[in-house]
């Protein structure tokens, strides 16, 4: 039996929030934090102060977290991006909104003397007898405290107060991980109210010292234990009342928190045969069976969730084909009018829509990427509706003049003609690139609608069926949010924006297969209408070779060897112990990560050298910003032939390219045995590691691994298990409907 625990989390938007630059304006973006460490950044929105994002992130982590945070920031290209303000929520708040939290925070202020982190080890014992007690105070070391100086790190030390008393331990130069076992002792006064508190701080030579975090102990409770020691969490001081309540904006979040205690596979085995048996038999009139109890039952909150898992599911046991198959005629069964088949969010819908997302990612980047970069790199300023032309001059020096609305609509459909064409070459190219399986399941679907609308006024209802979910929701969403697709890194800018979302409407039109009906919604559309009349000629005969694909075909389909799990450039640091660890002295290399080996090369086009097998990897962490002078840092402990630890450091461009390494990393080891329970988040420099100045480097590490802090991705490996829980928990929930 095991626990686990997902944070969904969606940032929707900002407002009114404060002028950071000198324009009036701002640059926003977020910083999402658990438990004080950075888990994803947000794309920078230009120049407002009323900020989209529409981003949505799932992460897989401890059920022992405690908040998650959001700080909103402004970039500014040549100084330090400035702090707007911060939103908190804690573990309890989400616990107490099971079906997730939502809504508007105001933010507020950041307070250095609420930023604390980390956790200290520490020992209370009261000792002696009746007449002359002592309270011993063992104060241990600390990890992963705040870095409060302009080095990425902190002078801690720690002060003990008891009864109006005050001690204070040695200060821990440039450490964020410090050993003091140093030892504090009070008379214990039976009749003291006050509490033994432990604090940290920063020594400053010149400035004011820094506020780390506190414990605070009852000591009229501990006396009936007599002992006690642990890893405590570091706690902030005493809120201050907030002056600035609303001032800075605020921020549209939705954040939801999922525990599960998922138990071993037998225990599922007989849901799980269930409905494999039911999607096997296939569709049968008048039966009622578990799947369309499924369907009647779920509702629109939680349907996309319950699609995924079924889908999943049957992707698991190889029955994804037949499972849809089994939902496109429970979907036609209840439907007479073809212009609405498949565009509601139905339980098929959601489904197939989640199976091309699973299935289908790659082929989507292999036919999408090459004409959304292109739009991309290009940035042509391109508009079709007369309300929204833009006039500009046009010429060289000397020579200009004003260009025309028509000539501006003119270039526009030659640019967006050139795009949307050659976006229909790549899709009519990748008929033999499409997976089998994306393949055979349009096969069903355009067989199952064939017969349930034979007749010849009904002749593309069949090919709209496949387009209304390979065009209208696969590539259009990817085409106008390339970026929730992975086709990008950052949001496109207002123009580029424009653009895709053209070309996205072309392909919709496409999809939709009647050039005549968008003339009548859109009619400033018309000057593409003849590049869509053929390309709808041009999409009937890809479908129509994309379905042609048998049985043996399809079970025959070759297999991957390896599959590449990511794949992208890094700057590779091997530690040889000795001599300055600079930034300068990375080099760029081709990674690629498979289920089997990390690999790298030159080029991505150059022959890949073996560099480490996954068997062998003993953790995957970050390193201290110290270290290298960036906080982008991640190293890789492997075992080398001989049995020992190696590191190797490698540095991403952001702290998103290095959460998803790190969670790649993390999922394709997560069944190796010897996986590390704590490792230095510093180098071994010199004669001791830079985090906790220990001089033994094969010793214990000084702060824990976090294997379980993962990024959700729809090319993570199935999990059999916590799907199966995950369907016998809407089941359950909806029980008494299934009566």
Excluded at 1 to 13: G, P, Q, T, Y
Excluded at 485 to 509: G, P, V
Excluded at 578 to 595: D, E, Q
Aim: aromatic fraction near 8%; include cysteine.
């Amino acid at each position: 039996m095991a626990k686990r625990s997902s944070l969904f989390i969606r940032v929707v938007e900002g407002r009114h929030l404060p002028a950071k630059d000198i324009t009036g304006s701002s640059d926003p973006y977020c910083i999402v934090k658990i438990d004080n460490e950075a888990i994803v950044r947000t794309a920078t929105v230009w120049k407002t102060l009323s900020p989209f994002w529409g981003e949505e992130y799932e992460v897989h982590l401890p059920p022992t977290f405690h908040s998650v945070s959001f700080y909103v920031m402004d970039e500014d290209a040549l100084s330090r991006d400035d702090v707007i303000g911060k939103v908190c929520v804690t573990r309890d708040v989400l616990t107490a909104h099971p079906k997730g939290y939502s809504g508007w925070l105001n933010l507020t202020e950041i307070d250095p003397d609420e930023e604390v982190q980390g956790e200290i080890h520490l020992q209370i014992e009261i000792l002696g007898s009746n007449a002359a007690r002592k309270l011993r105070c063992s104060v241990f070391e600390a990890r992963d405290l705040a870095r409060k100086d302009r080095n990425g790190a902190s002078d801690p030390f720690v002060r003990v107060r008891y009864n109006s008393k005050t001690q204070e331990s040695s200060v821990v130069k440039k450490s964020c991980y410090p050993r003091w076992n140093e030892t504090f002792e009070f008379d214990l006064d039976e009749s003291a109210t006050e509490k033994l508190c432990i604090e940290v701080w920063d020594w400053d030579l010149v400035s004011r010292n820094d506020f780390l975090g506190k414990v605070v102990f009852n000591i009229q409770g501990s006396q009936t234990v007599q002992q006690e020691e642990g890893w405590f969490r570091l706690r902030p001081d005493k809120a201050k009342p907030r002056v600035d309540e609303g001032n800075l904006g605020s921020l549209q979040l939705q954040v939801r928190l999922r525990d599960e205690t998922v138990l071993p596979g037998s225990y599922y085995q007989p849901l799980v045969q269930l409905l494999c048996q039911e999607v096997k038999a296939g569709p049968k009139d008048g039966k009622l069976c578990l799947i369309t109890l499924i369907d009647e039952t779920t509702t629109a909150e939680c349907r996309q969730d319950v699609a995924v898992n079924l889908v999943k599911l049957f992707l698991g046991q190889g029955l994804a084909r037949e499972f849809l198959d089994l939902l496109f005629k429970l979907e036609l069964d209840k439907t007479d009018e073809p212009n609405t088949l498949f565009r509601s969010n139905s339980l098929a819908s959601k489904s197939m829509e989640s199976f091309l997302k699973l299935a289908g990612m790659q082929y989507l980047h292999s036919v999408l990427g090459p004409t959304v970069n292109r739009v991309f790199d290009e940035k042509k300023y391109i508009e079709l509706d007369p309300s929204k032309v833009e006039i500009k001059e046009v010429g060289c020096s000397g020579l200009h003049r004003i260009q025309t609305e028509s000539e501006v609509i003119q270039q526009s459909t030659q640019h967006l003609q050139s795009y949307l064409t050659d976006l229909l070459i790549a899709i009519a190219k990748s008929v033999r690139t499409c997976p089998a399986t994306i393949r055979a399941t349009f096969r069903q679907l355009f067989k199952r609608v064939e017969e349930h609308f034979p007749e010849n006024k009904h002749k593309n209802v069949k090919f709209i069926a496949v387009t209304s979910f390979l065009c209208l929701r696969f590539f259009s969403p990817a085409i106008m949010s390339p970026k929730l697709f992975h086709l990008r890194e950052k949001h496109a800018d207002a123009r580029t924006s424009r653009t895709l979302l053209l070309l996205a409407k072309a392909i919709q039109t496409v999809g939709n297969m009647e050039a005549a009906a968008s003339r009548a919604k859109e009619g400033w559309m018309a000057p593409l209408q003849p590049t869509i009349q053929q390309s709808i000629s041009q999409m009937k005969e890809f479908i129509t070779k994309l379905i042609d694909i048998e049985e043996k075909e399809e079970v025959d389909q070759p297999k991957a060897q390896t599959l590449v799990v990511k794949e992208g450039p890094l700057f590779i640091h091997k530690s040889k112990g000795k001599g300055p660890l600079l930034s300068s002295s990375f080099k760029k290399l081709y990674f690629s990560l498979t289920s089997e080996a990390l690999s790298f090369a030159k080029t991505p086009s150059s022959k890949k050298s073996s560099f480490i097998t996954l068997a062998n990897i003993r953790a995957a962490e970050k390193v201290e910003e110290k270290s290298f002078g960036s906080s982008h840092v991640m190293q890789i402990i492997y075992a080398d032939e001989a049995g020992q630890l190696e590191m190797a450091y490698l540095q991403c461009k952001c702290v998103n390219e290095l959460n998803q390494w790190l969670s790649a990393l993390r999922k394709v080891c997560v069944n190796n045995a010897e996986m590390l329970s704590s490792y230095h988040p510093g180098v071994f420099k010199g004669d001791k590691w830079s985090c906790c100045h220990q001089k033994d480097k094969t010793g214990l590490g000084c702060d824990k691994t976090r294997h379980g802090v993962t990024l959700q991705e729809w090319n993570d490996p199935l999990d059999p298990d916590l799907e199966s829980q995950l369907i016998f928990r809407h089941l359950f929930g909806v029980r008494e409907l299934m009566r």
